[in-house]
Nanobody, 122 residues
Framework: QVQLVESGGGLVQAGGSLRLSCAASGNIIRIDVMSWYRQAPGNQRDLVATITRYGNTNYAESVKGRFTISRDNTKNTVYLQMNSLKPEDTAVYYC????????????????WGQGTQVTVPS
């Protein structure tokens, strides 16, 4: 059973910064891809950023140059540094671990955290 726990959300003024963390646990050997998604009220869940276990990254156009995704493979943890935050960044941010190698099996699908709220008032 893979569990993901996000932290670091909160309320920040426009132009400010936040750093989200997501730690995965559950007899994990390694994780292929870790990502951050976000979902604003009434909207679908959208991809924000992705990082492979080799450090290759991909970003949504709306966050390029402002957000940075990173990971610590030794801790099975992924981070999202968010700078120059805007009101339109307000959403619940979810962590996803895809392709998880456990001691006795491989789980190719997605594993989600519970989400952490980020609010940037206008």
């Amino acid at each position: 059973q893979v569990q993901l726990v996000e932290s670091g959300g909160g309320l920040v003024q426009a132009g400010g910064s936040l750093r989200l963390s997501c730690a995965a646990s559950g007899n994990i050997i390694r994780i292929d891809v870790m990502s951050w998604y976000r979902q604003a009220p009434g909207n679908q869940r959208d991809l924000v950023a992705t990082i492979t276990r080799y450090g290759n990254t991909n970003y949504a156009e709306s966050v390029k140059g402002r957000f940075t995704i990173s990971r610590d493979n030794t801790k099975n943890t992924v981070y999202l540094q968010m700078n120059s935050l805007k009101p339109e960044d307000t959403a619940v941010y979810y962590c996803d671990a895809e392709g998880v190698w456990l001691f006795h099996e491989y789980q190719p699908g997605d594993n989600w955290g519970q989400g952490t709220q980020v609010t940037v008032p206008s």
